[in-house]
């Protein structure tokens, strides 16, 4: 866990799962976001006993969510458009899944989706990260670049095209 000025990031635990939900659900496509995807309680919950999920807080709320799973939790999943990104870039053995990324609309810009994955490498060194980004997303695109994450691959789901990176 680090603080900066009033930026709190650290790892989630039971007690984060409703602030992560809540901005998942803020954030969604249909209420004018960019996620695609929703994941229920249960879960991320499975997530957090597998691999670290990262939170941002600022005056005890969480503004930012980075969620991550391992190839054995998402295997257990029906998820086509991330198999649809393996399919792409298959990553090494021990590689995981970063995303989603989220950061609330107030707190955009000021670098914490940048301090939520510098996080996450202090907590899974030397270990492979494998994320997609929907190729209009510009915002996503520009944050990921600044991270250093390497663009390996793209693919088309549902027909929207898609960029695949790794680090």
Request: aromatic share 8%; glycine share 8%.
């Amino acid at each position: 866990m680090f603080k900066t000025e009033n930026i709190i990031i650290k790892i989630a635990n039971s007690i984060d799962l409703e602030g992560i939900v809540k901005l998942q659900s803020e954030n969604q496509k249909s209420q004018g976001g960019t996620l695609s995807g929703e994941l229920n309680i249960n879960q991320i919950e499975e997530m957090m006993k597998d691999m670290p999920q990262i939170v941002a807080y600022v005056n005890q709320e969480i503004v930012g969510f980075l969620l991550t799973t391992s190839q054995a939790v998402h295997k257990k999943r029906n998820v086509p458009i991330v198999d649809e990104m393996f399919k792409s870039y298959k990553g090494n053995i021990d590689s995981y899944i970063y995303g989603p990324v989220c950061v609330s609309k107030t707190q955009r810009g000021k670098g914490i989706a940048q301090l939520m994955f510098k996080e996450l490498l202090l907590q899974e060194p030397n270990r492979e990260g494998i994320l997609f980004i929907e190729n209009d997303n510009e915002a996503s695109l520009k944050a990921h670049e600044k991270m250093g994450i390497k663009k390996v691959g793209n693919f088309n789901f549902n027909t929207k095209d898609f960029n695949v990176f790794a680090y």
